[in-house]
């Protein structure tokens, strides 16, 4: 297991900028692909994005395809979330969260098994 920490989250208008950051713990974070989640009030969560364990692929959701970029820093343990352009629905808790899959093609969030507390992105109109 892996410990994961999220910072970052706050309230911006529409149009603005975030950048989420996940920490994890431990010393065998590159051997884990990440993944970022979210829930909005009364609805499920939903996959935002995934990164494998190099870097070298990611996948998005189509709602935030474009906008969204999500990179690591293995020397830091560190995975980030850039949100540019932030619209009202993109308001809801962020997690990250580890997997040991290898591919990421196709991932869920039952292919996950360490997760953050999560962070609050609200976005005004």
């Known amino acids: 297991q892996v410990q994961l920490v999220e910072s970052g989250g706050g309230l911006v208008q529409a149009g603005d900028s975030l950048r989420l950051s996940c920490a994890a713990s431990?010393?065998?974070?590159?051997?884990?692909?990440m993944g970022w989640f979210r829930q909005a009030p009364g609805k499920e969560r939903e996959f935002v994005t995934v990164?494998?364990?190099?870097?070298?692929?990611?996948s998005y959701a189509e709602s935030v395809k474009g906008r969204f970029t999500i990179s690591r820093d293995n020397t830091k343990n560190t995975v980030y979330l850039q949100m540019n352009n932030l619209k009202p629905e993109d308001t809801a808790v962020y997690y990250c969260a580890a997997s040991s899959r290898f591919q990421i093609v196709g991932v869920g969030d039952a292919d996950f098994h360490s997760w953050g507390q999560g962070t609050q992105v609200t976005v005004s109109s």
């Open positions: 431990g010393r065998t974070f590159s051997s884990y692909a």
């Open positions: 990164i494998s364990r190099s870097g070298v692929s990611t």
